[in-house]
């Protein structure tokens, strides 16, 4: 079973950037899509972006196309959440899942397997 422990959050001013890793640990981590989801106070759970087994299929929710950038490193079991221009319409815990097989081109449309985690708070403030 994959297990996936996310970092990377923290504070940061509108237009600053940060990185989020997703770090598994667990069999076979390099044949599944992993996808990062996002949680703001008192709004639904959203899919933020997901990466294929290989990467080299990616797809973004439309509120973060052209500002954030997923990619992987499979040699260390690591899936990354480059942010840059945040605002504070960013602000959430992020969460990353495995998503199986598929990186849909809907990221909320995936199927989601294992629980969540405790995620990684990324603040934008003013």
């Known amino acids: 079973q994959l297990q996936l422990m996310e970092s990377g959050g923290g504070l940061v001013q509108p237009g600053g950037s940060l990185r989020l890793s997703c770090k598994a640990s667990?069999?076979?981590?390099?044949?599944?899509?992993i996808g990062w989801f996002r949680q703001a106070p008192g709004k639904e759970r959203e899919g933020v972006s997901c990466?294929?087994?290989?990467?080299?299929?990616?797809n973004y929710a439309a509120s973060v196309k052209g500002r954030f950038t997923i990619s992987r490193d499979n040699a260390e079991n690591s899936v990354y959440l480059q942010m840059n221009n945040l605002n504070a319409e960013d602000t959430a815990g992020y969460y990353c899942?495995?998503?199986?097989?598929?990186?849909?081109?809907?990221?909320?449309?995936?199927?989601?397997?294992?629980?969540w985690g405790h995620g990684t708070q990324v603040t934008v403030y003013t």
């Open positions: 990466i294929n087994d290989s990467g080299d299929t990616t």
């Open positions: 667990g069999l076979l981590f390099e044949h599944y899509a």
């Open positions: 899942v495995n998503l199986g097989l598929f990186c849909k081109e809907d990221v909320n449309a995936a199927v989601r397997y294992g629980a």
